[in-house]
């Protein structure tokens, strides 16, 4: 359901300490429309818009008419495939409902940023998250929740950033073409319920090859998708292979390294700390990686000040 972001399936997340967003939101009555400035530059009409979209569902439960101005800066590369529409949508979340006066509960507010984009209902919380898929037609049931087993277990996420070329098709144009024509998507459907148990039984029992087997069998399987859409796409890029097939090698010389792609081109690797750095080097070794950032799972939002 695209008006009211409920997806057809459930999902999980790691929440990462290095990839933040900080966002500050103030209602005034002098202005005429939303503002956004984000990492000091007006943002573009189409951010703009999405923003007020979002913003009217809290005007609307709060019965106030006021616009806003909101300042964010991302400490996650923006819309390089690194979700800072996660982490953007979550601390706006979390600082206009304050600013609007709401008193809201965090499973309430996971409904709400869920609205903004799908994936920061799991940013909301910290470390390893679930956002179920829920079955109401209104969206009540589809919140995000933490998976209290993860708690403490600290694993490595290390995010490849490659020399790519821009995307040729947008996540969500990506999206929508495979639903509606790729023949595989209804056999992604049924695995990726079953995968998703798999990953939770994984974090339950703190087995890193169990969720790193996992993570990287059901990216692959995501990805197989686009190409059975019509027309046929892929989000891989020859660097994006290259990866792969070094965390392929890392992994028969006894390295525990798998890779995750979401919608775009770069890599995410999952590891063990003690190899995090052996694993960062071998990356910046091939000449198509620009950049590897090392996280590990952090905490969800908190509230800098609420000072006026
Ligand atoms: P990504 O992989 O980084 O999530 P997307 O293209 O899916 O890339 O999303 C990027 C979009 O997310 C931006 O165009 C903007 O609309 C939104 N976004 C990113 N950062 C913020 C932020 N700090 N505050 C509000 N919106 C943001």
Same mark, same amino acid.
């Given at each position: =359901?695209? @008006? !009211?972001?409920?997806? /057809?399936?459930?999902?999980?997340?790691?929440?990462?300490?290095?990839?933040?967003?900080?966002?500050?939101?103030?209602?005034?009555?002098?202005?005429?429309?939303?503002?956004?400035?984000?990492?000091?530059?007006?943002?573009?009409?189409?951010?703009?818009?999405?923003?007020?979209?979002f913003l009217n569902l809290l005007r609307k439960i709060s019965g106030k008419n006021q616009y806003a101005?909101?300042?964010?800066?991302?400490k996650v590369p923006t819309a390089a495939g690194f979700?800072?529409?996660?982490?953007?949508y979550a601390a706006l979340t979390a600082a206009a409902v304050k600013s609007i006066g709401? =008193?809201? @509960? !965090?499973?309430?507010? /996971?409904?709400?940023?869920?609205?903004?984009?799908g994936s920061a209902s799991r940013s909301i919380h910290g470390g390893f998250v679930e956002w179920f898929r829920g079955e109401k037609e209104d969206g009540s049931d589809s919140f995000a929740q933490p998976i209290s087993e993860g708690d403490g277990w600290d694993i490595s996420i290390l995010s490849a950033l490659l020399t790519s070329k821009p995307k040729k098709v947008l996540s969500r144009e990506g999206m929508k073409r495979t639903v509606e024509t790729s023949p595989f998507y209804s056999a992604w459907l049924s695995e990726v319920e079953k995968d998703f148990l798999i990953a939770k039984k994984a974090i339950e029992k703190r087995d890193f090859e169990m969720l790193g087997m996992v993570t990287e069998r059901n990216?692959?399987?995501?990805?197989?998708?686009?190409?059975?859409?019509?027309?046929?796409?892929?989000y891989w890029q020859g660097a994006t292979i290259d990866v792969m097939e070094l965390i392929q090698e890392l992994r028969s010389s006894g390295i525990q390294a798998y890779y995750t792609i979401d919608a775009g081109p770069n890599v995410k690797i999952l590891c063990e700390p003690k190899d995090e750095q052996l694993v960062k080097d071998a990356l910046i070794s091939l000449p198509v990686v620009r950049n590897v950032h090392i996280s590990h799972p952090g905490?969800?939002?908190s509230y800098l000040s609420e000072q006026k």
């Open positions: =359901d695209e @008006s !009211l972001f409920l997806p /057809t399936n459930s999902s999980l997340s790691i929440t990462l300490d290095k990839f933040y967003t900080t966002t500050t939101v103030k209602f005034c009555d002098h202005l005429s429309e939303d503002i956004f400035v984000l990492d000091g530059h007006i943002g573009s009409q189409e951010d703009t818009l999405k923003i007020t979209r101005m909101i300042k964010s800066t991302n979700a800072s529409s996660a982490s953007g709401l =008193d809201l @509960s !965090l499973k309430e507010l /996971t409904r709400i940023a869920r609205q903004g984009s990216a692959l399987k995501m990805h197989a998708t686009t190409l059975g859409a019509n027309p046929p796409f892929m905490p969800g939002i």
